[in-house]
């Protein structure tokens, strides 16, 4: 434990209250609420060679698990290059870089992050990021409603149900009614009536137990309502389907973890943002642009600040008041690294894995459930009398236990049900050994 105040530091600061105790300065904080910090055991303290000893030997009970699950964040593989580069000292500590003059380099570098991002999303603009996927859609939500002034949004059940459940509580906060649209054999049903104007359609592609959404009826939809086309998307997928701006998506965005961020038990996260140039002014967050200084020199500089907490303050386009500078200069490392042809291949392995994982399985008797295309994820149906005997075997062979989907709240399929349903999924790092020692733990069961 690490005590950073003195006694004698602690009496200045009571001195300096006019106070005589600790006690005394936190008399208006129920007792109730309060730990009682004598009554902790604490352990003996330990030198830094004998606390170091006991982390490691804690941390060697760990069991390294190969993982088939993916449910919004995955299992990529990352180039060494990726962290070697942000993990140097001029970078680690970086947050946003209000002197522009004396933070160039990390300017420039967000500039880049922000222009691959139109890249892949064929958007015309991009912000700094955001903090997750989630909260990126539910900002890309209220700059919908911003710009249309129709407090109701159609959002597909196909979005992933962590999603949902933020843009629920984002709605519910400032008064938007959100339509939910439900999925027919496994994508949105976009026939199915708003009642009403509505400011945005907003879907995730592919959505979120794998399937390819109809991007026409997506476009058809929303033009025929006036409404604008808000699409989530994973971006190492996007580079072999087509570009949201091809299918009238007038905002862009998802979770950027897949683009050289490890898993780290559940975070930190990168949301990327992208819109048309209409709607530039709405954005979130930090937008970096390029100009010139009065040498002729390019210069970079944090622009449009007016949208911003602090300038604006509580007419603010968002509260979103950071970037998440360290993961979006990773991200735009591994992007730089891979270029468009390399992040082909790695959609194009994961798609191969995925298909030969549910071909495999198939073989074995596990019910795919499979209506429409899928590309990383699919769904599988796991009879209730198997599934406790199967994930305890899977946890033996050293695989991580698939998560039942009726474990999500809001997660539905509209047609289907998925009481029984697990997702799976298959990345480029599985190899061919790897998925056939998955499937051999299956085969056990079923056969």
Same mark, same amino acid.
């Given at each position: 434990m ?5 006694a ?23 007792k109730?609420?309060?730990?009682d ?7 003996e303290g330990?030198?830094e060679g ?7 030997a ?21 180039p ?11 970078? %680690?500590?970086s947050y946003?870089? =209000?002197?522009?003059?004396? #933070?160039? +380099?990390m300017?420039?570098?967000?500039? @880049?992050?922000q &222009?691959m991002?139109?890249?892949i ?10 903090y ?7 900002e890309?939500?209220?700059?919908a %409603?911003?710009?249309?002034?129709? =407090?109701?949004?159609?959002? #597909?059940? +196909?979005?992933?149900?962590l999603?949902? @459940?933020?843009? &629920? ?8 009614e ?19 104007? %509505? ?5 995730q592609?592919p ?13 058809s939809?929303k ?10 998307i994973h ?25 050289g961020?490890?898993?780290?038990s ?5 949301g990327?943002?992208?819109a048309?140039k209409?709607?530039?002014?709405k ?15 390019t ?19 968002s ?19 891979l270029g468009?042809?390399?992040l082909?291949?790695?959609?194009h ?17 596990v019910?795919?459930y499979?209506p429409a295309?899928?590309l990383?994820?699919?769904?599988v149906?796991?009879?209730?009398d198997?599934s ?12 991580t236990?698939p998560?039942e ?12 049900d ?5 997702l ?7 190899t061919?050994?790897?998925?056939d020692?998955?499937?051999e733990v ?6």
């Amino acid at each position: 434990m690490y005590t950073p105040h003195t006694a004698e530091d602690i009496q200045k600061m009571l001195e300096r209250l006019g106070l005589e105790s600790i006690e005394e300065l936190f008399q208006y904080i129920p007792k109730e609420v309060r730990l009682d910090v004598d009554a902790w055991d604490f352990p003996e303290g330990k030198s830094e060679g004998e606390a170091l000893k006991l982390l490691r030997a804690i941390g060697e009970k760990n069991r390294k698990l190969t993982t088939f699950i993916g449910l919004g964040v995955y299992d990529h593989e990352i180039p060494s290059a990726v962290w070697a580069l942000a993990g140097k000292a001029e970078f %680690v500590t970086s947050y946003t870089p =209000y002197q522009a003059e004396a #933070s160039q +380099g990390m300017l420039q570098a967000i500039f @880049e992050y922000q &222009s691959m991002i139109c890249e892949i999303t064929g958007m015309d603009v991009a912000n700094a990021s955001v903090y997750d996927g989630a909260t990126a859609l539910a900002e890309a939500m209220i700059m919908a %409603v911003g710009e249309k002034r129709k =407090y109701r949004v159609a959002v #597909s059940e +196909g979005l992933n149900p962590l999603y949902r @459940e933020v843009l &629920s509580t984002y709605a519910n906060a400032i008064g938007i009614e959100i339509i939910w649209l439900p999925l027919k054999d496994g994508r949105t049903d976009f026939s199915r009536s708003t009642d009403g104007e %509505v400011s945005a359609f907003i879907m995730q592609q592919p959505n979120f137990l794998g399937f390819l959404e109809d991007t026409e009826a997506f476009r058809s939809t929303k033009d025929t309502a006036g409404a604008l086309g808000v699409v989530s998307i994973h971006p190492i997928l996007n580079s072999v389907l087509r570009k949201p701006s091809e299918y009238g998506a007038d905002i862009v965005c998802g979770e950027g973890q897949s683009l050289g961020i490890p898993l780290s038990s559940g975070g930190p996260n990168l949301g990327f943002m992208a819109a048309t140039k209409k709607l530039t002014r709405k954005l979130p967050g930090r937008i970096v642009g390029a100009t010139t200084d009065e040498d002729g020199r390019t210069a970079y500089v944090l622009t449009l600040q007016a949208r911003e907490q602090h300038i604006r303050r509580e007419k603010a386009s968002s509260n979103i008041c950071t970037n998440q500078a360290l993961n979006a200069l990773a991200a735009t490392i591994y992007i730089a690294l891979l270029g468009p042809h390399g992040l082909r291949e790695v959609a194009h392995a994961c798609i191969n894995n995925t298909h030969y994982l549910a071909d495999r399985l198939k073989e074995v008797g596990v019910e795919v459930y499979s209506p429409a295309p899928f590309l990383m994820e699919f769904p599988v149906r796991i009879p209730k009398d198997r599934s406790e005997l199967l994930k305890a075997r899977l946890l033996s062979a050293g695989f991580t236990p698939p998560v039942e989907l009726a474990k999500f709240a809001m997660c539905s399929a509209g047609d289907q049900d998925l009481s029984d349903m697990y997702l799976l999924c298959c990345t480029e790092k599985r190899t061919k050994a790897e998925i056939d020692a998955f499937v051999e733990v299956w085969r056990e069961i079923y056969e």
